[in-house]
Nanobody, 129 residues
Framework: QVTLVESGGGLVQAGGSLRLVCVASSPTHKPYNSYDMGWFRQAPGKEREIVVGCTKTGHSTSYIDDVKGRFAISRDNTANANTIYLQMDSLKPEDTAVYYC?????????????????WGQGTQVTVST
């Protein structure tokens, strides 16, 4: 069992930046870097969509076109590290959504929510005009 807790969301003006943080904890102390990770978002009335994925070894993948060049995922893969980040720059009003962190033991399709085993509770990001 892995518990994921996101933070860093908030209200920001268009063009601004936010950095989301996802901290993982596990009673079995399985190394955090045993999991593939993803950041998803869900806007009101829309389906949950992948924003970006990150492999166990720290390679980013599956950026949606709209965030390429603006968002960047990173993970701390040092020993006992348990944190991944989503740096969001040049934010737009259409980025407004609840952002979720997810972890999967072996993710093949990073864009598929069903491939992930654990989810955080989400953090709200609101971008004003």
């Amino acid at each position: 069992q892995v518990t994921l807790v996101e933070s860093g969301g908030g209200l920001v003006q268009a063009g601004g930046s936010l950095r989301l943080v996802c901290v993982a904890s596990s009673p079995t102390h399985k190394p955090y870097n045993s999991y593939d990770m993803g950041w998803f978002r869900q806007a009101p009335g829309k389906e949950r969509e992948i924003v970006v994925g990150c492999t166990k070894t720290g390679h980013s993948t599956s950026y949606i076109d709209d965030v390429k060049g603006r968002f960047a995922i990173s993970r701390d893969n040092t020993a006992n590290a348990n944190t991944i980040y989503l740096q969001m720059d040049s934010l737009k009003p259409e980025d407004t959504a609840v952002y979720y962190c997810a972890a999967g033991r072996d993710v093949n399709n990073f864009a598929a929510p069903e491939e992930y085993d654990y989810w955080g509770q989400g953090t709200q990001v609101t971008v004003s005009t």
